[in-house]
C-alpha cells in the first residue's frame, strides 16, 4: 500500500501565485510507512501599501521563473530584491512590519497599543508585501533543494516581519516532515491554521493548513486526530483527493493493525 497525493494548480484573477509543494517517497508499509505528497499554499494578492511598492513587479517575474523550472535565476532576481529592501529598511528607530492587508496592519498597530509594547505608532513602518513575498520565495527554492536550514531561516525572518501570515508555517511543517519531526510539523500546521482562520485571504489555506495537519498526524500515529483534520478539511473544499486519499490510507492502517 503506498500514499499518493496531487499537484494542484489554482487560477485566481487576484492571485499572483499558488503553488502546491509536493513531495513522494514511495515505500512499503511495514517497518518504514511510505509518505504522501505534503501540500503548502502560497496565495499572493497584489497589495498597494507599504515602502518598496516598486518591487513588486521583480517578484512577479522571479514568481514566473520559478513557474518554468528557472529556479536559479529566479533566486538571484530575489536576492536583488532582498537587497532593496535592506537598503529601504535601514533605520534601527523603526520597526518594520509588512501586512497584506490594511485593516491587518491596523489591528497590529491596536494590539500594539493594548500590549503597551514601548513602539510609538510613529516608529512602525509598514513594508511593502513583496518583501514577505521574495522571503517565501527564497524559502521555497531552499526547500525544493532539501536546503532545509536554510529555507527554515527564510521562513523565521518572513514570520518576524509578517505575524499574521499563513504560509510561512506551512512551509515550515513541510519542512519539518522532511526533516522527521512530525511533532513540530503539527504545532506549525495548527498555528497556520489559526492564522488562516483570523487573516486568510482564501478558505483554501485553512483546508491545506487542516490536511498538512492530518498528514503529520499520521506520521506521530494520532490516526484518530488525523481523520478529524481531514475531515474538517473536506468541509471546506469537498471532494479534495488528496484528503479522500488520506483517509482510505488510514483505513488501510487499521485494517493491517496499526
Known amino acids: 500500500m503506498s500514499r499518493s ?43 498597494a501599501g507599504g515602502i518598496g511598492a516598486d518591487q513588486q513587479e521583480t517578484v512577479s517575474r522571479a514568481v514566473e521563473l520559478i513557474k518554468k523550472g528557472q529556479l536559479a535565476t529566479a533566486d538571484s532576481v530575489l536576492d ?23 485593516k491587518d496592519f491596523r489591528q497590529f498597530l491596536d494590539e500594539s497599543q493594548e500590549k503597551q509594547t514601548p513602539l510609538a505608532r510613529s516608529q512602525v513602518t509598514r513594508v511593502h508585501d513583496s518583501f514577505a513575498q521574495a522571503l517565501q ?38 519542512i519539518l516532515n522532511g526533516q522527521g519531526k512530525p511533532q513540530e510539523a503539527v504545532e506549525s500546521y495548527k498555528k497556520g491554521y489559526v492564522l488562516a482562520v483570523a487573516h486568510g485571504t482564501t478558505k483554501t489555506e485553512q483546508a491545506i493548513a487542516l490536511r498538512g495537519l492530518g498528514y503529520s498526524q499520521i506520521e506521530i500515529g ?12 473536506l468541509e471546506i473544499e469537498p471532494g479534495n483527493k488528496v484528503a479522500l486519499n488520506e483517509l482510505r490510507y488510514i483505513e488501510q492502517l487499521r485494517a493491517s493493525g496499526h
Not at 535592506?86 to 518594520?96: I, N, S, T, V
Not at 494520532?222 to 478539511?233: I, N, P, Q
Open 137 to 174: 520565495m527564497k524559502a521555497y527554492i531552499a526547500s525544493s533543494r532539501k536546503e532545509w536550514n536554510r529555507a527554515a531561516d527564510y521562513l523565521k525572518k518572513k514570520m518576524s516581519y509578517a505575524p499574521y501570515e499563513t504560509q510561512p508555517y506551512l512551509e515550515m511543517g513541510y
Open 80 to 102: 536583488g530584491v532582498l537587497s532593496r529592501f535592506a537598503g529601504l529598511m535601514g533605520d534601527a528607530k523603526k520597526a518594520y512590519v509588512c501586512f497584506r492587508k490594511t
Open 5 to 47: 497525493g496531487s499537484t494542484i494548480g489554482i487560477a485566481l484573477a487576484t492571485l499572483i501565485l499558488v503553488a502546491i509543494h509536493t513531495v513522494s517517497l514511495g515505500q512499503d508499509l511495514g517497518a518504514n510507512k511510505s509518505m504522501q505528497s505534503v501540500e503548502t499554499v502560497y496565495s499572493f494578492e497584489v497589495s
Open 222 to 233: 494520532d490516526l484518530e486526530a488525523a481523520v478529524k483534520s481531514f475531515t474538517r478539511s
